[in-house]
């Protein structure tokens, strides 16, 4: 009977097979064809933004084109999932496998149908409202308004009073002396600063000084802007030179062509002390492209380059000396004097209202210290009632009024030019830090793993992923459009943000390309269309029920650490096309078991969950699915976690970053993880919990940079071990990690090694350091050691250390330290500071 019924069972399917077969054949031609298609898309998409007329119905048109890049995307996700799947093997479990997928194939046939009739409903309307001409002729449009000077909104720059200037007088200063001293040969001098940050207005001020008029023999001003060519440079120079002097350029000066104009421009100057200011300049090729008009006759002539990309103002390198002023923003008091220039310029005697004071501060904190901010802002403010009620309003709505004023408009065209400057790899980029909330500091790793994730990260010969994306990183921070935020060790940028009129800008074009959506407690933004990411600032789960959740490609949440996730359960089946699942600033009340089936997940960070919850050893084994993550953090560990943590991490051979917290520090627990093959690439590693002893797989990270290890209750000194991680950057022996008496530092240990603590250790009674041990080391921090009576032996051994920190130490080795002999000891380094239990600097701290 059992071989009759599987008869009849393959005499139904196989009919279905062949049908399948033929259909599947179709599919594999039109996926084909779909991709060809994206590509063509997603060339016009590339410049679509920047050229785009604002009239709404081109605006619309774009955004369907958009709209269609999506909807192929979604179906090249399904067809890798379903129709790509390799088939098990041949017999009876092959055709039920051939049956099971019958249906995704037909619906992602009936998709490609779909999105196919679409795209040539978005060709037809094209042709029919002529929306390419429109943009073809916004784009000649365009480059013909920024070819005039007088529809750029910086023109306003070079007409500040100069009682208006505020903050910059020692830069001023600084720009006059590289002008009119210093160096016979050519020089290049340049500033550098984000838009509207001031540098038109500074370069003005400097360009009309009294000792820079007196000094050189001829001046120009030239205006670059994003287009330009040679040649109209050239020739405005030509005619300015000549125009100084009163007398006629030569009568065929519009028919020259480059080689020409540049030799005139070189014969006038031959003999001349010159001073030449290219204002606004945008392309790192400018100076080649220029560089041979400037004659070099060693007589002090400058060249003076405002710019927003630190690039360009490197690049005149190669062939002339380059000074560069990099502007910062403006202190909160410059800035609020700045305001009250122009707010109460024809009232109150420039003086703020003491009833206004409080609001004002609070206005001009918004600008954070950027002078076109500041002076359109307060402009504005100045035609206003001079009240709090009006004040305020106005404070309450500068967002909304920096996008509907005539007079605030200025700074988001300005700040705009920086965008549409951008290639276009890095549009999408700096477009990402619009996810994160106002003020935000960025971690560079996350983000730049965010990116990769994303794709948005292409790949370049010789280099990793991270590598590339760290060039994108800075070049944007070189284009003045994210700050830096804060270095780490190896001098690489740990962490970033971005200005918040740049984030203004940033959020107006998020809306407009329908880049992401956020979704707070106060306010929701239209969910409509095809979502392609969220940024949650909530814990209510209404949004998903409202959401075309099928779409979503990325998840951020950011809701603060005290607050609970619920809807986490409903992820894994509502997302299903996941790359970026994010977090990390939130805590879990549960986790998807169904992780590893997410299988286009490329970033995932659970944040505050913990591993002790309920669940947590199924959760644990479905990371390992996820063989390529870099990094993993597991808080509270139960004894009963450690074989499935084990065996997961052993899975991920990509593992960069591993933080482990034991759940319990009772004597019977111990961090117990038996990694018989542990990631080669691991670069971090932070263990928080009772060893029985050094676990020997660490020894075997030969990649490791960063080790921290707290509450670890060695007995034995770990040095000696620890000193085969050859790579080792920064070592923390941290809260109970060491329970010894004695730490030993022998010669040529440690060789790389620049930053170090030892802390809140009972027993550790003396520290010995070699010669030849340490000497790379930067800083070294000893914190909460109440039996050491002495400084360690042999620190004057350490040459290159710049930081040296006793906190939290008791009153009798601060006086045990205070001779004259401390001087000696200390005095290769730069900063030493010494601090008792109570916290408070004692006077022997010196810098």
Known sequence: MAEVAVSLVIDQLVPLIREEAKLLRGIDKEFADIKDELESIQAFLKDADKRASTAEGVKTWVKQVREAAFGIEDIIDDYLIHVGQQPPHPGCLFLLHKLKIIIPRRQIASEIQDIKLYVRGIK????????????????????????SKWHDPRVAALYIEEADVVGYEPQRDGLIDWLVKGSDERTVVSVVGMGGQGKTTLAKKVFESKNVVRHFDCRVWITVSQSYSVEGLSRDMLLNLYKQKGEDPPDDTFQMDRGSLTGEVRNYLQKKRYAVVFDDVWSEHFWGDIEFSLSDNKNGSRIFITTRNLDVAMSCKKSSFVEVLELQPLTQEQSFELFKKKAFKFDYAGCCPKELNDIAYEIVRKCKGLPLAIVAIGGVLSAKEKNVFEWQKFNENLSLELLKSTHLTGIQEILGLSYDDLPYHLKSCLLYFGIYPQDYQVKTKRVIQQWIAEGFVKEERGKTLEEVAEGYLTDLIHRSLVQLSSVRIDGKVKSCRVHDLIRDMVLKKIEDLNFCKHISEDEESSLSGRVRRLSITTTSDDFIERTETSHVRSILVFTNKESNIYFVRKFPTKYV?????????SRLLNVPKELGSMVHLKYLSLGYITAGMDGAVEVIKELGKLKQMREIGLLNVRR?????????????KHLEKLHVKLSSTA???FIDLNLISPPSKLRKLTLRGRLEKLPEWILELGNVVVLRLKLSCLTKDPMESLNSLQHLLILSIGVGAYGGSTLHFQDGWFQKLKEMDVGSSNELKEIIIDKGALPSLKKLQLFGLPKLKNVPTGIQHLEKLQVLHFRSMQLDFLQQN???DWNWLMEHVPLVEISPLDGNVIPNSRS
Do not use: H, W
């Not at 037809?124 to 070819?147: A, T």
């Not at 096309?577 to 600033?585: A, G, H, S, T």
């Open 640 to 652: 009963d976690d450690y074989n499935a943590l084990s065996s997961s991490i052993t899975e991920m």
């Open 667 to 669: 004597s019977n627990e």
């Open 124 to 147: 037809e309307r094209s042709e029919r409202y002529g929306f390419q001409y429109s943009l073809e002729q916004r784009s000649s449009n365009s480059r013909e308004r920024q070819d």
């Open 577 to 585: 096309r996941l790359k970026v699942l994010d977090y990390k600033c």
């Open 818 to 820: 205070s001779s004259k």
